[in-house]
């Protein structure tokens, strides 16, 4: 499969090459992926805003570590509401640094899913263009046949229709590839007037467990969600809450004690969802494989349309358009196919950060 996926990618990139190119202000200019991804970080508000308040926190943190450890042996009542603020803040920084990975892998998502719109819609147009070329070719046989009492002024009217309709197919599609470029410029933090290509690799991912490794794998992955953690913490936090209080009369222990049973129900209702979200990504990369099959089958049945229709030609029976017609047949789905990598890239984002959405 990884051969034929390279042969693909080939055939792809030759394609994005052939493309229409925009006209902007300046050259074009080639940027790692990461670089790109770093651009889109930079700009991002909330990014800035969160770094912001991870910093606020983690002086908070240290200060309150600091004292605690000035006074554990000489003050225990104040120490120990020392200690359980610093574990509160430390907490609290816990999430807000899972809170901004997931905010980064958000922005990844977002750069994948416009790198992925933007292939395919150069794919789009490179075979528009082509369409288009053989919807002249049937528009000029057709206007000389109605010259000559061979087809009717229907069959004219209807030739000059799908003749404008493909030129104006080709111009929207010239017209949204430049406003996802411009996007895609402003997500990373260039120009929008800047011609630039992000180099990166689709199929840059170790491959996933086999059948008797998978089990650990989705444990493992499931135990990174953030969702959990986060209330693996709450958990215990409370815990040490209610521990810390039982012996003061002021309390009232039994709600400490309902508070922490709540923690752990919404705890193990987020263990739940967390397997679950690993087992759906799994199950759309499933999915996806499928329709790589049927896409295969495709571009197979295509092959076999286009060598017939060569042979009918070679015997007189079909003109050169109809042959042309197969080999842009093949054409899409060789582009089809190739498209879908890039469900299986962003798939696998989802897959390594469940979590994400």
Known sequence: MKIKKKILLLFFVGILAL??????????????????????ISRD????????????????????????????????????????????LTAERDRLERERD?????????????LANIAGIEVDLEIMGQRLALQEQSFEQTRLRNQHGMA?????????HDLEQARLTLETLTLTLQNEHQSLNSLVNHP???????????HDFEP???????????QRQKAMDHNLLNWQDQVAIRHYEWQRQLDDPAVDNQYMRLQHQIAVMERNMAERQAELSVRNAL?????????????????????????????????????????????LAVAASEARLA????????????IDHPYVR
């Open 283 to 327: 199950a759309e990369w499933d999915r996806l494989i499928e329709q790589q099959v049927a896409l295969e089958a495709d571009l197979t049945q295509a092959i076999a349309d286009y060598e017939n229709m060569q042979n009918r030609l070679e015997a007189g029976l079909v003109t050169q358009i109809l042959v042309d017609q197969m080999a």
């Open 45 to 88: 508000a909330s990014v800035t805003s969160i770094n912001r308040d991870i910093r606020s926190i983690r002086s908070q943190a240290r200060t309150t570590e600091r004292a605690y450890l000035d006074i554990i042996n000489t003050n225990r009542p104040k120490s120990e509401e020392l200690q359980g603020r610093w574990k509160s």
């Open 208 to 218: 996933l467990p086999d059948e008797s490794e998978l089990e650990r794998f989705i």
């Open 192 to 202: 929008i007037t800047a011609n630039i290509q992000i180099i990166y690799d689709i």
């Open 102 to 114: 997931r905010m980064l892998l958000s922005l990844e998502l977002s750069l994948r899913n416009r």
């Open 19 to 40: 493309s229409p190119m925009i006209v902007f202000a300046s050259a074009t200019r080639e940027i790692p992926y990461d670089q790109a991804l770093s651009g889109a």
């Open 152 to 160: 009717s002024d229907v069959d004219l009217r209807e030739a000059e």
């Open 339 to 350: 498209q879908h990598d890039y469900a299986f890239w962003i798939a696998r984002l989802r």
